[in-house]
C-alpha cells in the first residue's frame, strides 16, 4: 500500500500476516493497524516520505515489531504503538507529537533524538527507550504503563 494522506480514515487487520505502508501517513489521517505479524511504515521514498505527521492520529498493535522509516512530528500528531517485540524509529520525535509505545519484549529505538517543549512520549517498560541523539528541548518523556 502507498502513502495514507489527505485525511483519510484507513482500518487495516491481517489476522495471519504483517501489514506494509510503504509511504507516509500525514494531512490529518485517522489510521489503525492490526497484524498478526510485523507492521512497517515508510520503505519508500525519501525521508519526508517516510514519516507520521500532519496532525494524523495512529494506533498500531503488532504481534510482531514495528519499524517506522523516519520521524513522528507535529503538535496535533497522535500514536499509539503496541508490539509484541521491539519499535524502532528511523529518525527523531518532534514537533509537539504525543506518543505512547509500548513493547512486551525488545527495545524502543528511536534513532534520532526527542525533541520539543509540547512533545510528550509515553513509554512502557521502563528501560526499554534507546534514543540516539538524546532527548531535548524539554520534552516531555516519561516511564510508565497505560491502559
Known amino acids: 500500500m502507498g502513502k495514507i494522506d489527505g485525511g483519510s480514515t484507513v482500518k487495516l487487520v491481517s489476522n495471519r500476516a504483517s501489514i506494509l505502508i510503504d509511504g507516509k501517513i500525514d494531512g490529518g489521517s485517522k489510521v489503525e493497524l492490526s497484524a498478526a505479524g510485523d507492521i512497517v511504515i515508510g520503505v519508500v521514498g525519501a525521508d519526508g516520505d517516510k514519516k507520521i505527521d500532519g496532525g494524523s492520529a495512529v494506533s498500531i498493535v503488532s504481534g510482531g515489531s514495528v519499524r517506522l522509516g523516519n520521524k513522528i512530528d ?9 508490539a509484541r517485540s521491539g519499535i524502532d524509529i528511523g529518525d527523531k520525535i518532534d514537533g509537539g507529537a504525543k506518543v505512547r509505545l509500548r513493547p512486551d519484549t525488545g527495545q524502543i529505538h528511536v534513532h534520532g533524538k526527542i525533541d520539543n517543549g509540547s512533545t510528550r512520549v509515553q513509554y512502557y517498560p521502563g528501560g526499554s527507550l534507546v534514543v540516539d541523539g538524546g532527548i531535548h528541548g524539554n520534552a516531555h518523556v516519561i516511564a510508565g504503563e497505560w491502559s
Do not use: D, I, K, L
Open 74 to 82: 507535529n503538535g496535533a500528531t497522535v500514536v499509539s504503538c503496541r
